[in-house]
């Protein structure tokens, strides 16, 4: 009786979620419901293990250089990936709907867009210390905490540009066809949505991978020199290290363009394309796939690098002797108290 009395869009409204600019959500409750498991598993793995990372920061002076120091900031946009944005896509996920109204959106797709642009300039900045560290250790011993410190923090200022672009009005966030997450409005591809996507593509990812590309192809070079001359010994650097710090950035970065590829693509066809003939799951997957990289990058770190591993398992070895030590403390029995001697 209520059905028939009802109009068609408030029937929809009732079956399906309402974004917050007013859309259906393009998902069904029990694909939020699988998408919010994902984003609550990917927390707890990514939250654990770059705070292990971190710790052993901490503990380990043999990790404290200049090119774990670039890891260290990498570790720190993880955890804020991990500690801000899936919590508030999990429970949006849950919800049906993005809930935490238009100013959550703001901040929630700024620190998203802030994290990823952070992350890939220090991908950047590790190409170049392996450069000059390998390439050019002339300029390398010129370089000191303040040089790489320069460095990182150019990293940062530049995500932070870039993420706050949007609300200050070239482009913008809006949720995307799920309803549950924000992101760059790419449903509107006006002008200034085309031209701050080409900007970015330009500036965060392609300029980027050329230079991490020409470093990286010179550090093969120079090594594949020095191998050919037999002279790798009489040179003062620690080789054995420094392919190790290499073979692990080189994988990093790797990992960073799988992850990151399928979100430039879905921007590349909205700018290019009718924005309405992405599929749904594909606009969602290229963000959580972006995000992934949260999680495998402290696996990388581990298994690509020995002193990683070397510190893990010291770590590991002295929780053991620990929980030895204690379990064998004999407890005191009734008649070995003192009250009773």
């Known amino acids: 009786m209520c059905d028939r009395e009802m109009g068609p869009e408030l029937r929809n409204a009732s079956s399906e979620a309402v974004s917050l600019d007013g859309t259906t959500s393009a998902f069904s409750q029990m694909e939020h419901n699988i998408v919010a498991g994902y984003l609550i598993a990917a927390c707890v793995i990514s939250l654990s293990s770059n705070l292990v990372v971190l710790i052993m920061f901490v503990k380990f002076k043999e990790l404290r250089n200049a090119t774990n120091a670039i890891i260290i900031n990498l570790a720190f946009t993880d955890v804020g990936v ?85 609300i200050v009005g070239w482009a913008g966030y809006a949720p995307d066809p799920t309803g549950a997450t924000c992101t760059i409005n790419w449903r509107k591809n006006d002008a200034s949505f085309i031209s701050y996507t080409m900007a970015v593509i330009s500036v965060n990812f392609i300029v980027p991978l050329s230079v991490m590309f020409y470093c990286y192809y010179s550090v093969s070079v120079t090594i594949r020199r020095y191998k050919a001359s037999n002279c790798l010994d009489s040179i003062n650097i620690d080789w054995s290290d420094q392919m190790d710090v290499t073979k692990m950035s080189i994988v990093m970065i790797v990992m960073f363009l799988v992850a990151w590829s399928p979100y430039s693509i879905v921007c590349l066809w909205a700018s290019f394309s009718d924005p ?57 029995t009734v008649s070995q108290s003192p009250l009773n001697q």
């Open 82 to 166: 991990a500690g801000i944005g899936y919590p508030m896509s999990a429970a949006s996920d849950l919800h049906g709907s993005w809930k935490f109204g238009y100013t959550g959106c703001q901040i929630y797709a700024a620190l998203n867009i802030f994290f990823g642009m952070a992350s890939i300039g220090l991908l950047t900045v590790v190409a170049i210390d392996r450069y000059i560290s390998i390439c050019r250790p002339d300029i390398g011993q010129k370089m000191t905490t303040r040089s790489y410190t320069l460095l990182i923090v150019a990293a940062w200022l530049n995500a932070v540009f870039w993420s706050s672009m949007p």
């Open 276 to 332: 309405k003939k992405i599929p749904a799951p594909m606009a969602i997957i290229a963000p959580l796939f972006a995000k992934s990289s949260t999680f495998y990058n402290p696996c990388i770190y581990v298994i690509a690098n020995k002193k990683f591993r070397r510190a893990i398992i010291g770590m590991l070895r002295c929780q053991t002797r620990q929980r030895i030590t204690i379990s064998n403390q004999v407890p005191m």
